[in-house]
C-alpha cells in the first residue's frame, strides 16, 4: 500500500489534578477533582488530534478544544460548571483543529471520517468546528455511556450533529477481543480498550508490515503502561488493567513503531509514515 501519513496534532492543553491522570493513594475519594487538594498538584496536560492521510480517505481522529474555551463566561457555558472546575482548558491562536487542517490545506468538508475515541469533553469539544465531515463515527458502547451516564459528558457538545454508531466484532485483538476494521484490510482497526469508560477506542494503523497504536486514554502516558499506573477516571478498574497490560505487550512488539497516549507531554507535534 501507499504511504500512510499519521499528523500529531496538539489542539490546546488540559489543566487538571495530577490524580485524574495518574491515581494515588489519598484520604481523598475524589482527588482527581481537585477539590480539596492544593493547587500544587495542578498540572498541564496536551490535548491531542490526529489527521490521518490514507489512500483510502482522510481520517481525523478527535478534535481537542473549541474555540469557546478561549472566552471567560462563554467558555464555562460551553463545557458545563463541573467540568469546567476539573478541567481548566487553554486553546492558544491557531490550534484549534479547524485551523490546524486550515493550515494543512484542508476544510471539514474534506473528512472522509472523523472518529471518535470517546466522547469526554477534551476529545469532542471542537467537534462543531469540523461538524461537517463526511461521517463522523463512535462505537455504540460508547454512545450507550454517553445516555446512561451523561454526568461524565458535555451532550451539547454534540447536540444537532449526526453521529453514525458501529459495533465492534469479535476478533483476536485487545485486552476484549473486540475490534472493528474501518476498510477490512486491517489498515485502519479499531480495539476496544476500555476501563476509562467502556467504548474507549485505541486505533492501530499499519503498513508495509509496521504499525503504530494511538492509545487514546487507555493510559495517560508511555509510563501508564510500563508501571501499570491507572487513571484516576475510570468505569471498571480490571478491564483497565487489562487494557494497559495490553497496550504493553503490543508496545513491545518489534514491529511496533511508537503508542502514543493522548495526553502524554513527552508526544510532541510531528509527522509519522508509515
Not at 2 to 10: C, G, S, Y
Not at 33 to 39: A, C, D, E, F, H
Not at 259 to 265: P, Q, Y
Amino acid at each position: 500500500m501507499e504511504t500512510i501519513k499519521v499528523h500529531i496534532l496538539h489542539c490546546g492543553k488540559v489543566r487538571v489534578d495530577s490524580s485524574l491522570p495518574f491515581s494515588e493513594k489519598t484520604w481523598n475519594p475524589i482527588s482527581y477533582t481537585g477539590i480539596l487538594r492544593s493547587n500544587k498538584y495542578q498540572i498541564w496536560l496536551p490535548v491531542s488530534a490526529y489527521l490521518i492521510e490514507h489512500p483510502k480517505g482522510l481520517i481525523l481522529v478527535d478534535t481537542g478544544w473549541h474555540t469557546d474555551v478561549r472566552i471567560g463566561d462563554q467558555g464555562r457555558k460551553h463545557m458545563g460548571f463541573i467540568h469546567w472546575l476539573i478541567n481548566k482548558a487553554d486553546l492558544p491562536e491557531g490550534q484549534a483543529i479547524n485551523e490546524q487542517l486550515a493550515q494543512l490545506g484542508y476544510k471539514d468538508t474534506d473528512i472522509d471520517y472523523l472518529v471518535l475515541s470517546h466522547l469526554h469533553s477534551d476529545h469532542v469539544s471542537g467537534l462543531k468546528l469540523v461538524k461537517n465531515a463526511k461521517k463522523i463515527i463512535v462505537n455504540n458502547l460508547e454512545m450507550e455511556d454517553a445516555i446512561k451516564m451523561p454526568y461524565r459528558y458535555v451532550p451539547s457538545m454534540w447536540e444537532n450533529i449526526n453521529i453514525e454508531t458501529y459495533q465492534f466484532e469479535k476478533s483476536n485483538l485487545g485486552p476484549q477481543n473486540l475490534s472493528y476494521d474501518l476498510f477490512g484490510d486491517q489498515s485502519i482497526v479499531f480495539v476496544n480498550t476500555p476501563g476509562h469508560t467502556h467504548g474507549l477506542t485505541s486505533i492501530i494503523i499499519q503498513n508495509n508490515g509496521k504499525f503504530l497504536l494511538l492509545a487514546s486514554d487507555t493510559g495517560y502516558a508511555k509510563k501508564s503502561w510500563e508501571q501499570m499506573i491507572l487513571p484516576g477516571v475510570q468505569v471498571d478498574k480490571n478491564e483497565v488493567i487489562e487494557s494497559l497490560q495490553w497496550t504493553k505487550m503490543m508496545s513491545e512488539k518489534p514491529n511496533c513503531i511508537e503508542v502514543i497516549a493522548n495526553h502524554d507531554v513527552d508526544v510532541l507535534p510531528k509527522i509519522i509514515e508509515l
